[in-house]
Structure formats: C-alpha cells, structure tokens
Nanobody
Framework: QVQLAESGGGLVQPGGSLRLSCAAS????????LRWYRQAPGKERELVAG???????NYADSVKGRFTISRDNAKNTMYLQMNVLKLEDTAVYYC???????????WGQGTQVTVSS
C-alpha cells in the first residue's frame, strides 16, 4: 500500500497561484495512477485532475487551462500547479493513488485551499 501526504495549501487572493504537493511512501510510486480531488463545503468530492503511470493527463472542465498536474517518480511526488485561482476553487484538496489492476484507492488527509479577497 501507499501513504500519501498533501502540502502547499493556504490562503490566496483571486488571480493568485499555489502549488500543491502530494508526497508518497510505502510502495512503488510509479505504478500508481494519481489524481487530485477537491471537496468544497456542502458539496460532494469532485475530480480535479489525473495523471496516469504513462504521463497522460486529464482535467475537469472548470480548471482546464489554469491547473497543471505533474508527477516526479524519482521524488515520489505529485504536484498540482494552480494559477488564476477563483473563489470557487476554495476547497479541501486530496490526492489519490490507485493501481490500474486494483480496486483499492489510497487517499491523503487533504490540504485546505482558500481563495478570498
């Protein structure tokens, strides 16, 4: 199994940027498909972006062109670069890891992102 720990959240003004990190330990990081999810107060958790073991990426329509997901397998870390942040990006952001051959997803504890003027 893999343990995940997010960092990099905080308070930022609209239009600002943040970079989230998700550090992994305990397993072979490169074997996992990785995703960022977020959950805003009173809303369901939603998929923000994903990156496969091969480096293919996908994004929610709401963040396309503003967010970039990446991974560094040598550092066992995934990133989410968030630019041109909007009020509606406020949420707890979670990283998720899952092997394609497994039904078991792994989650981090989440990091709070607050966009406010």
């Amino acid at each position: 199994q893999v343990q995940l720990a997010e960092s990099g959240g905080g308070l930022v003004q609209p239009g600002g940027s943040l970079r989230l990190s998700c550090a992994a330990s305990g397993s072979i990081f490169s074997m996992y498909d990785l995703r960022w999810y977020r959950q805003a107060p009173g809303k369901e958790r939603e998929l923000v972006a994903g990156i496969t073991t091969g480096g293919s990426t996908n994004y929610a329509d709401s963040v396309k062109g503003r967010f970039t997901i990446s991974r560094d397998n040598a550092k066992n870390t995934m990133y989410l670069q968030m630019n041109v942040l909007k009020l509606e990006d406020t949420a707890v952001y979670y990283c998720n890891a899952k092997m394609a051959i497994s039904l078991t997803p792994y989650w981090g504890q989440g990091t709070q992102v607050t966009v406010s003027s």
